[in-house]
Every structure is written in structure tokens, then in C-alpha cells.
């Protein structure tokens, strides 16, 4: 099995959401081959370190689809599994979004369009250092609506932050409904390049891809700050998730995640 | 208060790399110096104060030291969540400096005029509140401030109204500082521009003590304590409103260890029904000299019928 496998991480998602009775598994689910190909190949943690001086900095903007980011942090060994057995129970550390004050969270998220500054300045910092850190901001559509992102990207492009690049996970949905029912947003990709971006649009949960606009992106040593737009299905993995946005909520049964954890030993 | 201020923060950037300013496309003349001396560790933001705030909380947590500018009613109270959750949950150090705070503003109306900044600050875990009232306070204050590596809201309110203390002083946090009026049965607690103004009553002739509170948060329970135990009356002044300001900050931590009155005196909860110049407006507010002295003695007698009833 490869680092960081998407079906491994899924599997620890639900295991998370099932001990934890808790809600966000779509959003969590979508992201799972962004966060993969982004710890297994591009994020530096020198000595392994997740609070190295001169690591590259990963933002989860979408704090709900955290359950994606403790999987990964429990395989880089900075989270144990006690802790993911005992997700929601009282006194527990982890939250049911974005925390920094857990090692390995950048920002604290979940009040959306707040990471995507704080990711802005740390790239900003990191031209200001001279060093070669790159943050990686994950951010939602939904979270597209708030206007702080579209403040953030106007400074990104100004301060000639190439050292940043944006990953929007377009799962469609928001909290209330699909994106094109609630606030259009159009073409993203589109308004990242009119924003002064290098943008690219590509299928969010295809590794190959994800990983070949990542490296394309990193070698535009351009000036322009780096957008993916990365089109994903919302409960991607488990048949009778996806797209269906009642995930956003719903809590597992002992018989749906059974159901979903059989799909997940399954799947290819 | 503004030469200082403008002087401390070229004086501390120089002296560290590390300190950026940062600000919301204001302070047009007050950075001349600062941009010319230190052009790579300014920042213009732009207007978007709610994206600089969140930027500054990404170069303090790269190490960068952040002292971001706007005016109080944008820096704080417009970014209060970025202030929350971006800074101080993180506990960064990031220095905030709120300009023309309370009613300075006077002509251009409710947009530009903060009179609950200090009211939405306060309840923030984390965070330092300073207050400065004249020149020196200033400086004691940004040096209090840059020292202590925590995120810091620095209000700064009318600047012109003369030194209240004659020569440099270090200020401590919490610590109230005795600026007029020999021992007597009242003690008056007043921040940034309104200690002038109970200088100016006392210099008038009302019998009161006077305190300047540089610093609201954290504030020195203990001292209030030992001051409340020599007086029969506390008033606070503050160009803020009445709620949740200086005078609630007394008013609770009295409440825990005595029964003596305190006379809140700011803003009623009100916003300024028209414009005109900050002295207009001060007594539009019944901000000024005379009116204070009115409801200070308004006070007094009223307690005096209570007591008397009792």
C-alpha cells in the first residue's frame, strides 16, 4: 500500500466520524486525493517536524473537511490513534474543525475566508525571509462566497506571491444546497486568472493530475500566485455519499458504516 | 501623542527587522517617516482591513512582528473575528493600533467614530488593552506593548490635548498612574482624552483625585482596591460608551469587594445625532468639562438622598 492511500484515508475518516458520532463527511471526503498527493510529494517538514521554522505551510481554509487532514497527520505519526478512537468524546482535543493549536493545523478555520489570509501571509513572510517555503491554501467553494478571498487574492497578486497556491476543492455544495443555487460563482478558474493568477482546472480526485498541476504550477517562477481549481464529487469514495449533500450532516449508523466501510475495502 | 507614537515605531522597527507595519491604506502623513527610513518593513494593505488583519496573524506565525494600523472603528471593531480567531486564539504578536478612537472623527459622522471598541475588545481572551492619554503614556505604552509578545489593542483617541505627566515614565500592565489632585474623597479613573479633562476639573476646583488607566486590560484589581479604600466615591471618564467600557471595568471589579458607588460617565447608548467639531460633539455627548462636573455633583447628591432614606 502507498503512503498516504486515499482508500486508507477515507476508512480512518469514517472511523473517526463513527466513533465520534459526528457530521462533515462529505466535505472531508472530497478532499482526500488533494491532501494525499500534497503530504505524500510537496509538503517539507524538515526532521519531520511539523513545527519546523522551515516547513511549507499547509491551510486547510475549509476547516469542515478536517477529518481529512487528522488522517493524514495520524500517518505522519503526529497524531495517535487514542486520539482519533476518541474523537468528539468529552475533553478531547480535537475539534470538528480547523484548530491551531493542533500541531500540524495552520490555521484555525471553520469561520470561513479566514485562512486564506493567514496562508497569504505566510507566503508573504516567506518572500520577506528569502526562503523557498510554499504554503498551500485548501479552500471551498462555498467559501468562495465570502469576501475576504477575493481581498486575500488581490493582495496575493500584488505582493507577487508565487510562493502560494491556492487549491479550491469545487465539490459543488455548500451548506444549504448546490453552489449554482445558492451564489453563482461561475467559472473559477476564470476569476483566479483574471485576478492576476496562474490558474488551472483539473479532476480533484485524479492523483496523476493533481501532482502534474502541482509541479507544472511550481515551476512558474513568475511572480503570479497559483490556483487550482480542483473539480471533486462530495462524498467522493462511498456510492451513496457522493453527491449527496445530506452527508454535510448526517451522522453513521452501526449499518451505514458497515456499508460504507465494505465499499472502501472494495474499491480499486 | 502622534509625533510619539510615529517615533516609537520607527525607533522599534530599526531596531528590529522583524517589526512590519502594516496598514489599511490610512496614515497618510503620520508613516512619512516610518516609509521613508523603512520602505521594505511597510506594508500597505490596501482597504481591506479584515485580509491585512488575517496577513498579520500569517507573519506572526512565520516569526514577523506585526503592528497593524487603521482607524478604531475599522481596527478594531471591523475585524474583531480576524482579532479573535486569527490572533488571539493563536496568542500572536501582533500590535493593533486603533486611531482616532471615540468621537474624533466628529464631522464625518457614525462610519468613522468608535465609541464601543474597547466594549468589544475586552471580553477577547488574550488580549491587552492600552490606553495612552498623552504623549509619554504613549510611548510607555508601545514599549509595554512591544514587550510583551502578545497581541495588543492600542487605542489612540484625541491626540492634541497636552501632556498629562512632565517627563518619561514606564508603564506597567494594569497599572493606573496618579496624575492630579491631592487626597481626597473621591477619586476620579479616566482614560486617554478625558484625563485631561479631569485634570481640567480639578484644576477648577472639584475636590477629586485623579488616576490616568493607560491600561484597561489587564487591569490592577488590587490597586483599584487600595484606591477605592481611601475615597467614599469612584467616577470613571472615558470618551467611550458607558457600556462595557473603563466604567463597567470598575464598576464589576468593585462590585466583587465593596459597596462603594461608582459615577460611569461616557457615552450614553447612543449614537451622535449631528456633527460638528470634537469639542461640539464632546458636549452633544455631555462629554464636557461642565457637564461632567454637573453629573459628578448630580451623583453625589442623589446618593446622599439614598443614604438618607436608608
Sequence with gaps: ?268 | MRAAFSKAIVDAAKADPKILLLTGDHGYALFDDFRKALPDQFINAGIAEQNMVGVAAGLAKAGFKPIVYGLAAFVPVRVLEQIKIDICYENLPVILIGDGAGLVYSHLGTSHQSTEDIACTRAIPGLTILSPGDRFEMAAAMRLALSLHSPVYLRMGKSDRGDIHSAELILSAGEMLKVGGGSANTAILATGSMVRTALDLVEQGLDAEVWSVPSIKPFNCKQLNDIAKNVDLIVTIEEHSIIGGLGACVAETISISSTLPVCRIGIEDRFSNACGTWDYLLKEHKLDAASISYKIHEFITRIKIGSSVK
Excluded at chain 1, 500541531?103 to 484555525?108: A, H, I, L, Q
Design chain 1, 1 to 268: 500500500m502507498s503512503e498516504f492511500n486515499s482508500r486508507q484515508l477515507r476508512r480512518t475518516v469514517l472511523e473517526m466520524a463513527y466513533a465520534g458520532s459526528t457530521v462533515h463527511i462529505g466535505c472531508a471526503f472530497s478532499l482526500i486525493e488533494i491532501l494525499a498527493v500534497l503530504y505524500r510529494n510537496h509538503l517539507r517538514y524538515p526532521g519531520n517536524d511539523p513545527q519546523a521554522v522551515e516547513r511549507d505551510y499547509l491551510v486547510l481554509s475549509k476547516g469542515h473537511g478536517v477529518m481529512g487532514q487528522y488522517a493524514c497527520l495520524h500517518e505522519k505519526g503526529w497524531l495517535p490513534k487514542s486520539e482519533l478512537d476518541n474523537y468528539f468524546s468529552d475533553g478531547s482535543r480535537l475539534k470538528g474543525l480547523s484548530d491551531g493549536h493542533v500541531v500540524g493545523c495552520e490555521v484555525t478555520s471553520g469561520s470561513l475566508g479566514h485562512g486564506l489570509s493567514v496562508g497569504v501571509g505566510m507566503a508573504l513572510a516567506a518572500k520577506l525571509a528569502k526562503t523557498d517555503q510554499h504554503c498551500y491554501a485548501i479552500v471551498g467553494d462555498g467559501e468562495m462566497n465570502e469576501g475576504t478571498m477575493w481581498e486575500a487574492m488581490l493582495f496575493a497578486t500584488h505582493w507577487s506571491l508565487d510562493n502560494l497556491v491556492v487549491i479550491v476543492d469545487e465539490n459543488g455544495f455548500q451548506a444549504m444546497g448546490k453552489t449554482s443555487e445558492v451564489m453563482k460563482l461561475g467559472s473559477l478558474q476564470d476569476k483566479f486568472s483574471a485576478f492576476g493568477f496562474d490558474a488551472v482546472s483539473i479532476d480533484g480526485h485524479d492523483e496523476l493530475a493533481i501532482e502534474s498541476a502541482l509541479a507544472q504550477l511550481k515551476a512558474n517562477k513568475n511572480g503570479m500566485p497559483k490556483a487550482i481549481v480542483a473539480r471533486t464529487v462530495k462524498g467522493k469514495g462511498v456510492s451513496f455519499m457522493e453527491h449527496q449533500n445530506i452527508w454535510h450532516y448526517t451522522r453513521l449508523t452501526e449499518d451505514s458504516f458497515g456499508a460504507a466501510m465494505a465499499e472502501l475495502e472494495c474499491a480499486q
